[in-house]
């Protein structure tokens, strides 16, 4: 199926580092969404953008919807122990129809060190 | 927030069990539910979107008779892999998304870890 690609595919950091992921495609998107997932459980939504060019935080995440809406990235700043999981940025692709499908990116694993 | 419950966490089955795992949305009404697989250290990948009330959608390359989706009310859809093989091990994961808004973010289960032996 259809996914998006994400960069990195792994990042280890120290603690207190800042970090920064992006997601890219080859098509438009009408929405970006961040997930964080942890083992063994489901994807949990951190951030969702909606308009081209808007930056939105969450506490000590910052994302941004790209102009093109062909891509976004996520900000993570101060990293924390508990900020380890993989990353997942997802859209809703425009298909010049009414749907809900979701496609994934490829995922990227956070590993901090304390 | 908006909740997804997903169940059972863990299955395991000999292999020809045919297995269900249901969806639940708690506290919202979800016109529509997606199935996703993931394997280990890949990401999620869409099966199929149940919608209530009809068929469900399949994504190219699932089979439809071999995943069964029942989406009978606005807050519950069931998966149930039939007779099911070591192959369709995985990491089942359910979402949600609220009536209506076909852009809202879609909420996800716990997942549903099916091993067959």
């Known amino acids: 199926g259809q996914q998006l690609n994400q960069s990195p595919q792994s990042m280890f950091i120290q603690e207190g580092e800042d970090v920064s992921m992006n997601c890219t495609s080859s098509?438009?998107?009408?929405?970006w969404l961040w997930y964080k997932q942890d083992p063994g459980e489901g994807p949990v939504l951190l951030i969702a953008?909606?308009?081209?060019?808007e930056l939105t935080s969450n506490g000590r995440l910052t994302a941004q919807f790209g102009i093109t809406r062909k891509d976004s990235f996520l900000n993570i700043s101060a990293s924390i122990p508990s900020d380890v999981g993989i990353y997942f940025c997802a859209g809703h692709p425009f298909y010049g129809g009414a749907t809900n499908k979701l496609i994934f990116g490829t995922g990227t694993l956070l590993a901090v060190q304390p | 927030g908006a909740v997804v419950s997903q169940h059972p966490s863990w299955v395991i089955c000999k292999s020809g069990t045919s297995v269900k795992i249901e969806c639940r949305s708690l506290d919202f009404q979800a016109t529509t539910m997606f199935w996703y697989r993931q394997f280990p250290k890949q990401s999620l990948m869409l099966m199929a979107t149940s919608n209530e009330g009809s068929k469900a959608t399949y994504e190219q390359g699932v089979e439809k008779d071999k995943f069964l989706i029942n989406h009978a009310s606005l807050t519950l859809s069931t998966l149930t892999v039939t007779s099911a093989h070591p192959e369709d091990s995985s990491f089942y994961i359910c979402s949600a998304a609220p009536r209506q808004y076909s852009n809202q973010p879609q909420h996800f289960g716990d997942g549903t870890r099916l091993s067959i032996l």
């Open positions: 098509s438009i998107f009408n929405t």
């Open positions: 953008l909606y308009k081209a060019g």
